[in-house]
């Protein structure tokens, strides 16, 4: 799903509804959204996410160029 598919599904809801992730596709748990990180990378075959660049901010958090994804998708993350 890109974000524009994303935002297209959200159009219609009530904005002071709470977001709230499955941890599974079977339902089996739930959290509650609570952070967005967007200029990310989705390697699709190990399943794993990296960054797409490596700003100050990303050093100073303890990020390396090892965390960078030079391959994969384009992402947006979503956190519970």
């Not at 598919?5 to 709470?18: A, F, I, N, P, T």
């Not at 190990?46 to 990020?63: H, K, P, S, Y």
Request: charged share 35%; aromatic share 6%.
């Amino acid at each position: 799903m890109t974000v524009k598919e994303l935002k297209s599904l959200l159009q219609g809801c009530d904005d002071d509804r709470m977001v709230v992730l499955s941890i599974d596709s079977e339902g089996n748990g739930f959290n509650e959204l609570r952070t967005v990180e967007g200029d990310m990378m989705f390697d699709e075959i190990n399943r794993e996410v990296g960054l797409e660049t490596l700003t100050e901010a990303d050093i100073e958090q303890g990020f390396t160029e090892v965390d960078v994804f030079k391959e994969g998708k384009r992402a947006v993350i979503l956190w519970p």
